[in-house]
């Protein structure tokens, strides 16, 4: 009965929890993988299989349910308790499908339950509350102290994802915040707004040497800053104990913080309505920072003091540090130092003219020459003093006016330089004109502005005829030092007059068609009445008709004034043969008003070409073409096109064709093989296509034509060696190496391989590089054995052929060499063959030795005897 309520409580579980996805979990009895969630409700259905086996009354599940997991009779397998997820926590089980009488029918199946993680874990922050400390004035954005939380969830998924955020600060006055926490990691830095407000509570500063919060330097601070004494031990004073409370609590962030936050640790990622959080708090202490910068300071220069002279003090956080100073730029000298308290002294009157501004670098470090602070730079600007007097920028200033200058123009601005500082009343200049040289046709010609220096003219009726130029002294002062500066203002002749040709009209001048570039044609001339050497007498020559191609043109001759017209480019006379040119002669400066140039400055010239027997000329400059190697007989690679500038009929030849590849035809230019070319031979060729005339001087032009051929594949890869031998004792392999005369990519890299009807048992081949392979004995062969190889080389366009290797496998000499090579005949004797005969030999020739001695000896003996005979008949 409670199986029954059991069952029932669990099909209306399923229906109302799942409804129309109840299908979903459904299926057939086999192997399986589920996902199951922790924490769930139970009983919790998982999955209801069914077996395809007839007759099946029940089903059985085994293995890990630890108790938790049940299978009703109808398949539902479900949780009679809820799953603990924990890092790869699975439950292997097996299920049965029953008969009544409990026999199995089906199975068993495996069915793997996998364990899901749900978000049922909060953050856990390491530590109830954390304590961190910062000093003023400390850059934003560093962090000081961090937070860390752990999730007990997995960590693989979103459910253990934290985010940090801040959700009070207090106290917050202001209502901005002056921190900010990463929110990935937890460090806790401050803003902006923190790095400029936060300040700590004021303490007492300590000397070098003493100790912080040491009773006894407290009690002597106490007796140098309060008064008046009392006879009241310190120990009973109040004020005193409330000042060494607030000293030993002034460092202790969780006694007595300045800041107290309040920071939330959310999973999901932050942000999530159904997110699990936690918070703790940050107790955080401001650090008082006596590692501070001084303002810029400004000494004035050449002060007349007691030296070394104190400009500024700075204090480490470490009442035991160090100074040193040095200076940013490498400049000598160097007039600052300090002392162990940090002060700063300048040892000399400074010189702002010679330098205006120093970078000092302070370094506070410990008896190690260890930094304790970060390097701080101070400015120390020079003030400026009125010590510098003006100065002329030119020994003489000169100037130029036109004699119509009208009242009021604008001359020039003279320059004056002080080396007082730019923009200060130091600097500040007055001018005055203080002498015209000459006064004609008055004085005062000229007026100067007191504050700009800018010089303009004051009356007008300048001659220069009369006076070519004016000397003007001017005086400059800057309230305490004066000086003179001289000007010279010279008059310039206005331009009134025209320039005027000698000739209106040159006539007729001849040249070949052919003069070189440069050629001189002739040389005129204009003339002009302005006062010589200014811009209103310098004559310039321009051709403004007859020649719009700009063939010719004309260069002046200062000293002369004369023009040389010339040729500009090359002529052609079949293109024109006359130029009828007009050229104007200008100045550079314009005319005054009223005066205009007319016919006297122009004039004409007339150009004629002289026809001359030109050679032919070929269209086309450069002649470059690429052709494959193996191009058909006969035909054309191109036509050379050339023309006879005097329309004379022209032919064509050939020459330089060291190949006799190829032809040109006389009449139409085209150029032609006339045998089969071969890259491998020579890969570039140059010939020369000449174009000549047929009548007249029968002049010619040739034309150098580059040929460069293409390769095609046309060589097949080929063995360097076709013969080699291996020591039996030693089968060192050998190295095929191949060459293809073709290029790539017709040439290398190179494929080996045994053309053998099977696989060979005793040999393989291996490649290598692009070119060469190894032949490998792989098993020895009972005796020595002379081996024919097939081989086929192939190049990268898979072009080749089979090529024979013999090989020689033998018995070697002690220096490694075969005692019978590769090639041997069947007619040859071996190694013992050939010691029994040399030594057969060797035993016939001392026999033979033997036998002539002997004989020699008789003979000897015979030749004695007889001319014994002889001397005994002599004397009977």
Aim: hydrophobic share 35%.
């Amino acid at each position: 009965m409670m199986a029954n309520a059991h069952l029932l409580l669990l099909t209306l579980l399923i229906c109302s929890a799942y409804g129309a996805g109840l299908e979903d979990k459904k299926g057939p009895l086999d192997h399986k993988v589920l996902d199951v969630p922790e924490a769930t409700p139970v009983p919790f259905a998982i999955f209801q299989f069914t077996s395809t086996v007839e007759s099946v009354s029940s089903y059985r599940v085994s293995g890990e349910t630890e108790g938790k997991i049940s299978i009703s009779s109808d398949g539902w397998l479900y949780l009679e308790e809820p799953l603990e997820w924990s890092p790869e926590k699975r439950h292997a089980l097996n299920i049965e499908a029953l008969s009544a009488d409990d026999n199995t029918l089906d199975g068993p199946y495996t069915v793997v339950l996998q364990v899901v993680d749900v978000n049922n874990n909060p953050p856990v922050f390491t530590q109830s509350q954390y304590s961190g400390s910062i000093r003023e004035h400390s850059p934003a954005g560093v962090p000081f102290v961090q937070v860390l939380a752990t999730d007990d969830d997995d960590a693989n998924t979103p459910n253990a994802q934290l985010s940090y955020s801040i959700e009070n600060q207090i106290p917050n006055p202001s209502g901005q915040f002056f921190f900010t926490i990463n929110p990935n990691n937890g460090e806790i830095s401050t803003t902006e707004e923190g790095a400029a407000f936060l300040r700590a509570k004021t303490g007492v500063i300590y000397s070098r040497g003493e100790t912080r919060g040491s009773v006894d330097v407290l009690k002597k601070k106490f007796d140098e800053f309060c008064s008046p004494k009392t006879e009241v031990p310190l120990e009973n004073n109040p004020f005193f104990t409330c000042v060494q409370h607030a000293e030993s609590r002034r460092f202790n962030a969780i006694q007595d913080p300045d800041y107290t936050l309040i920071v939330r640790a959310e999973d999901l990622g932050g942000g999530t309505p159904n997110a699990l959080s936690s918070t703790t708090r940050v107790n955080v202490a401001i650090i008082q920072n006596l590692w501070v910068r001084p303002e810029p300071i400004t000494i004035k220069e050449n002060v007349l003091n007691e030296y070394p002279m104190l400009i500024a003090s700075v204090r480490s956080n470490d009442p035991n540090a160090l100074y040193r100073l040095v200076q940013k730029e490498k400049e000598i000298p160097f007039p600052f130092t300090i002392n162990e308290d940090g002060a700063i002294f300048v040892t000399e009157p400074l010189d702002r003219e010679q330098k205006d501004m120093y970078i000092l670098v302070v370094l506070a470090e410990d008896d190690q020459g260890v930094e304790l602070e970060t390097p701080m730079e101070i400015q120390v600007k020079v003030g400026d003093e009125n010590d510098s007097p003006p100065v002329c920028a030119e020994a003489q200033s000169i100037f130029e006016v036109q004699e119509n200058e009208k009242v009021g123009n604008h001359i020039g601005d003279l320059l004056v330089l002080d080396a007082d500082e730019e923009n200060t009343l130091n600097s500040l200049l007055s001018y005055k004109l203080l002498s015209q040289n000459p006064a004609n046709p008055s004085e005062g010609m000229f007026s100067i502005d007191e504050a700009r220096g800018r010089i303009q003219v004051a009356k007008h009726n300048f001659r220069r005829k009369d006076v070519p130029e004016y000397q003007l002294k001017v005086g400059v002062t800057d309230g305490v030092h004066s000086t003179e500066c001289n000007v010279v203002i010279k008059i310039i002749d206005i331009n009134n007059e025209i320039p005027i040709f000698e000739k209106n009209d040159y006539g007729t001048y001849s040249i070949p068609e052919l003069a070189d570039v440069g050629t001189t044609l002739l040389t005129i001339k204009a003339t002009d009445a302005d006062d010589p050497g200014t811009g209103s007498s310098r004559v310039e020559y321009h051709i403004t008709k007859g020649d719009p191609d700009k063939l010719f043109a004309i260069e002046v001759d200062d000293t002369t004034g004369e023009g040389r017209v010339y040729v500009a480019q090359p002529l052609d006379y079949e293109v024109q043969s006359t130029y009828q040119l007009q050229i104007d002669a200008r100045n550079p400066e314009p005319l005054i008003k009223g005066v205009e140039y007319d016919e006297h400055s122009t004039t004409v010239v007339v150009i004629e070409l002289v026809d001359v027997d030109e050679p032919p000329v070929f269209t086309v400059d450069i002649l470059n073409i690429n052709v494959p190697e193996n191009l058909t007989v006969g035909t054309t690679l191109l036509t050379a096109d050339a023309k006879d500038p005097d329309g004379q009929k022209i032919m064509f030849k050939l020459e330089g064709d060291e190949q006799g590849w190829f032809e040109v035809d006389p009449d139409s230019g085209e150029l032609k093989t006339k045998a089969e070319m071969d890259r491998e031979v020579v890969d570039q060729l140059k010939v020369r296509i000449i174009a000549y005339e047929t009548e007249g001087q029968k002049q010619e032009t040739e034309k150098e034509v580059s040929i460069q051929l293409l390769d095609v594949n046309d060589n097949f890869p080929k063995l360097q060696k076709t013969q080699g031998f291996m020591c039996v004792k030693n089968p060192t392999p050998l190295v095929l190496t191949a060459v293809d005369a073709d290029a790539p990519p017709f040439g290398e890299p190179f494929t080996f391989a045994l053309q053998m009807a099977r696989k060979s048992p005793n040999w393989e081949i291996t490649p290598v590089d692009g070119t060469s392979a190894k032949l490998v004995l792989k098993k020895k062969p009972p005796a020595d054995q002379t081996f024919s190889i097939p081989v086929n080389v192939k190049d990268n366009a898979g072009m080749g052929v089979t090529q024979k290797f013999e090989v020689r496998v033998c018995n070697c000499t002690e220096l490694g060499y075969c005692y019978m090579e590769p090639g041997t005949h069947a007619w040859k004797f071996s190694v013992s063959t050939t010691v029994a005969i040399l030594g057969g030999v060797f035993g016939f020739i001392i026999l033979f030795l033997i036998i002539v001695i002997y004989r020699i000896k008789k003979k000897d003996k015979k030749t004695k005897k007889a001319v014994a005979d002889g001397e005994t008949n002599a004397m009977l």
